[in-house]
């Protein structure tokens, strides 16, 4: 999500949002009203794809650090040989 990118589309929705409703209903103070409220609501959504995008990531990081951690103690654990009739374990 590319903040500037995503501030003019948001200005563009409530320049379009602001004509629409003003075009409804014909009064400038109601209009003005709905398009505060709607750009409260846009930045209150934009703030929580922030943190779904911090706290997704965060959980990939942990897991990643949970399998690095499996894999170390994989390494060491100790495999006794066996015996089989592949040539190649002898």
């Known amino acids: 999500m ?3 990118r995503v501030f003019v589309s948001m200005l563009g929705a409530l320049a379009v949002f602001a ?3 003003y075009w409804l209903s014909g009064s400038l103070s109601g209009t003005l009203i709905k398009t505060v409220i709607c750009a ?3 930045q209150a959504g934009y703030f ?4 779904y995008l911090v706290w ?4 990939e990081r ?3 650090k949970r399998t690095a951690g499996r894999a170390e103690e994989a390494e060491k654990l ?3 040989p066996f015996n089989s009739s592949e040539p190649f374990n002898r």
């Open 56 to 59: 997704k990531e965060s959980k």
């Open 40 to 42: 409260i609501l846009l």
């Open 2 to 4: 590319y903040a500037p």
């Open 62 to 64: 942990n897991g990643a």
């Open 19 to 21: 004509v629409a409703t």
């Open 48 to 51: 929580g794809g922030v943190l």
């Open 78 to 80: 100790h495999v006794p």
